[in-house]
């Protein structure tokens, strides 16, 4: 059973976590606690939301990955997507996204079309039944993700989020691969450096 405690000024923290987090400070100079609590709880957090149990997204029968797979290729132009598309969009291996499509193509959810402009390649397009399987599946994936983020204000989310953003931005920066645009208030995208806000 997982223990928590309440700190000073009312933050709550997972008890073997924090007294984790204060061991690497007081065992790696110019190092502190804070920065090892918020980096092995997100860690944690990503463990809990990816558990086998929250393996398939509430409401569908087919797995996550499959299921992510279709929600891009649901809100892609024209439906469809090429494989590197794909895997640049989930962040996965060429191998992986061809195990995904081909069992989605078994399933009857996708189609593999060919490209005109290149006989190398393939699309995968969404089929009239996996459009209906995602459609189907969105508001249980929906009403499970408001129910399980229901703890937290809007205001804590947004922070939350932007913390996130700003740790990835981080990530990317130091990759040398971070831009940032603000929306200004006529809709116009304005571009920063990223170095600027990290």
């Avoid at 024209?78 to 895997?87: A, H, N, P, T, Y």
């Avoid at 932007?162 to 990530?171: E, P, Q, V, W, Y």
């Amino acid at each position: 059973m997982a223990e928590f405690i309440v700190l000073d000024g009312g933050f709550l923290a997972e008890r073997p976590v924090h007294e984790l987090a204060v061991w690497y400070s007081r065992h790696c100079p110019g190092t502190d606690s804070e920065t090892f609590e918020a980096h092995l709880m997100v860690l944690r957090a990503h463990m809990a939301l990816a558990t086998p149990t929250r393996a398939s997204p509430v409401g569908t029968r087919i797995p996550r990955a499959k299921y992510n797979v279709l929600r891009l290729l649901y809100l892609a132009e024209e439906k469809r997507l090429s494989m590197s598309e794909i895997g640049k969009g989930l962040n996965v291996s060429p191998t992986n996204i061809t195990k995904l499509v081909n069992g989605l193509v078994q399933d009857g959810l996708v189609l593999r079309v060919a490209n005109p402009d290149d006989k190398r390649s393939a699309w995968a397009q969404l089929t009239g039944s996996g459009k209906s399987v995602f459609e189907g599946a969105l508001p249980g994936v929906a009403r499970h993700t408001q129910e399980l983020w229901s703890t937290l204000s809007r205001e804590e989310k947004r922070v939350l989020a932007h913390l996130l953003a700003k740790l990835r931005l981080s990530f990317f920066t130091l990759a040398g691969s971070a831009q940032v645009m603000e929306m200004a208030s006529e809709g116009e995208e304005v571009l920063y450096p990223a170095r600027a806000l990290a």
